[in-house]
């Protein structure tokens, strides 16, 4: 087989940045569309070029021109719809993040993954934005081995989603698991090392304050902190803010140990940036070691036909281009369900300690 079939499942507006970047990738074609909204599943098999819309969940699940699936429905309904799928043909499944959204959820992700037989990615494509991709290569070599890590995201405000449900934690797991299970992910992958405790301090001080929904105020939080001690020692810091979208880079990930640090910048998404203030910057990497002292940067620029197919810096090609070659029975899943239920896990410790204000032990 030289040629993947995809079935989208939910197809809101992230739904449209994975059509976009399926159609770069010779030999991948969506075929079939699914969203209880069908305006919107229409939407996006006009997107893909003339996919089919699926009645339902199951008719997508059962049509026999779909070889893999790709999950892009609102946070909660994850783990649902993968049991669902179990029901149905094994074939490969692409998951948007997070995994689950529930501490009582853990326990069905385990038992879906002892018995699914075909290859699961979760969407922590944060891994394949080019610049961040570099340091996760040079980390080790740039600092000797990593202590400290710090990763800062200065955003814009959640983006508004069907029917809204991104403005509770109850749909979303929380902003510490909505947004931030990426970040939690990229600490396991520099560190080489598991999570012992976790200490937070996180709220709501900005955004969504004068929306309501049904009669309800939104209830995501839109800034903190939170501090990782790894199991050997080494430890990691997360800053959010989602009311800072006049930055000139929206994510900085710096790595530091006994040789030298190594950071990155990434722009946040190009659509954003204002044009009277000129082309949008450029990724960096900048690696300053302390024998001898000095900084040099490193441009890492991004093929503009791969920025403009979605928000994140072209990372969301670059993982399903990789996804595609496992669909095809070539390579293997670098984001595994167990990646992706960790990530989970140390999202919702971050969101009990900064409720709590207590440290959590993992």
């Known amino acids: 087989m030289t040629k993947v079939r995809y079935g989208i499942i939910g197809c809101g507006m992230m ?44 008719a997508l699940l059962a049509r026999d021109d779909v070889d893999a699936l790709v999950i892009v429905s609102p946070n909660h309904l994850h783990i649902g719809q993968l049991e669902q799928i179990a029901a149905y043909k094994h074939r490969p499944v692409l998951c948007e993040k997070p995994l689950y959204t529930d501490p009582a959820q853990a326990a069905q992700v385990q038992a879906f993954a002892a018995n699914y037989t075909a290859p699961v990615w979760v969407a922590m494509e944060y891994r394949y934005m080019p610049p961040i991709a570099t340091l996760l290569q040079e980390a080790a070599s740039v600092t000797g081995g990593v202590k400290m890590l710090t990763i800062r995201e200065h955003r814009f405000p959640f983006l508004p989603k069907v029917g ?91 790595a530091v140990g006994p040789n030298g640090k190594i950071e990155c910048l990434v722009p946040g998404p190009r659509r954003f940036w204002p044009d009277h203030l000129g082309p949008a910057p450029i990724p960096q990497v900048l ?72 440290a959590i032990l993992l």
């Open 15 to 58: 739904a449209g940045e994975h059509i976009r970047n399926i159609a770069l990738i010779q030999g991948a074609v969506v075929t079939a569309t699914y969203d209880p909204v069908r305006e919107l599943a229409e939407q996006a098999a006009a997107l893909a070029g003339g996919a089919e819309v699926a009645e339902s969940f199951d």
């Open 164 to 254: 809204d449900w991104n403005r509770f934690n109850a749909n979303t797991g929380g902003t510490l698991v909505e947004k931030c299970c990426h970040f939690f992910d990229l600490m396991r992958l520099v560190m080489e090392d598991e999570p012992v405790r976790i200490m937070a301090s996180a709220g709501q001080s900005v955004n969504h304050l004068d929306e309501t929904y049904d009669g309800q105020t939104p209830d995501i939080w839109d800034n903190g902190y939170v501090i990782v001690d790894f199991a050997k020692g080494a430890r990691a810091m997360l800053e959010l803010c989602m009311f800072a979208e006049g930055s000139k880079y929206q994510e900085a990930v710096s």
């Open 287 to 358: 690696v300053s070691p302390r024998n001898p002292a000095g900084e040099t940067v490193i441009d890492v620029p991004v093929d503009p036909t791969i920025l403009d197919a979605g928000d994140h810096n072209g990372s969301t090609f670059y993982q399903h281009r990789k996804f595609f070659d496992v669909c095809l029975g070539h390579g293997a899943v670098e984001v595994t369900l167990d990646d992706g239920a960790r990530a989970v896990a140390m999202g919702l410790a971050a969101q009990q300690s900064a409720r709590e204000g207590r």
